[in-house]
């Protein structure tokens, strides 16, 4: 079993449409990152987080330490979105990553 | 804005040579990290590196690999023989602080644009 789980593994959804990805893990962690990359390649982090919500833009990223768990949320999704978004862990000194989420927004 | 660099952006190899994947992380950054990304599949830890020292390593990181920081900027992936399978995207990371529980906190990790190796 994945230390890290990421549900959908594929979303296709319309332009402007709210966007919700889900992560639970099984181990202990330090933080939580949420991660994109792009088509051709690159990994831009998004957020880090070990406690609570935070927000950038129109993106959202929620955790639940007790239930281990958190989402990103996209607002008034967008075709430039289009990306596949990582869920990943910081545990000891290395990160562990789910497989993404793969993301497209039709305009 | 500062960046993690890497070079080359793409190198083809034969089985069985030996590879240098070069790095130069963000220049007040501590902590350096190399993963790969195998085509089609999840990025996965290769290694962390603090302090001249190797302080993580994954099960994928065998006596084929090595990592060195020579001069004080770059970071080097060294691959001694490689295999067909060791063809995948290789990423460095940096980081200003521990990137995990012991003895600090997580931060946030800057990654590099890849090097595409290819062994044939």
């Known amino acids: 079993k994945n230390e890290v789980e990421q549900s959908p593994q594929n979303l296709t959804a319309q332009e402007g449409e709210f966007i919700t990805i889900n992560c639970s893990y099984s181990v202990g962690i330090s933080a939580l990152h949420w991660l994109q990359q792009h088509p051709g390649g690159g990994i831009v982090s998004l957020f880090m987080?070990?406690?609570g919500k935070k927000k950038h833009g129109r993106l959202i990223a929620t955790i639940n330490i007790q239930e281990k768990h958190s989402s990103l949320h996209i607002t008034a999704s967008h075709p430039r979105d289009s990306a596949v978004y990582i869920c990943a862990v910081s545990r000891d000194d290395k990160i562990i990553f789910g497989k993404g989420t793969r993301l497209h927004i039709l305009p | 804005e500062p960046e993690v660099t890497q070079t080359p952006s793409h190198q083809v190899t034969q089985m069985g040579q030996e590879v240098i994947l070069r790095c130069v992380p963000i220049s007040n950054h501590l902590y350096f990290y190399w993963y790969r990304q195998i085509l089609g599949q999840k990025v996965e830890f290769l290694v962390s590196f603090y302090n001249n020292e190797i302080s993580e390593k994954s099960e994928i990181f065998d006596d084929q690999f090595s990592v060195e920081r020579p001069d004080g900027s770059n970071f080097t992936l060294k691959i001694r023989s490689t295999k067909l399978e060791d063809s995948a995207m290789y990423f460095c990371?940096?980081?200003?602080?521990?990137?995990?529980?012991?003895?600090?906190?997580?931060?946030?990790?800057?990654f590099g644009p890849g090097t595409r190796l290819t062994v044939l």
């Open positions: 987080l070990s406690s």
């Open positions: 990371a940096s980081s200003p602080l521990r990137g995990g529980l012991a003895g600090g906190r997580a931060d946030t990790q800057y």
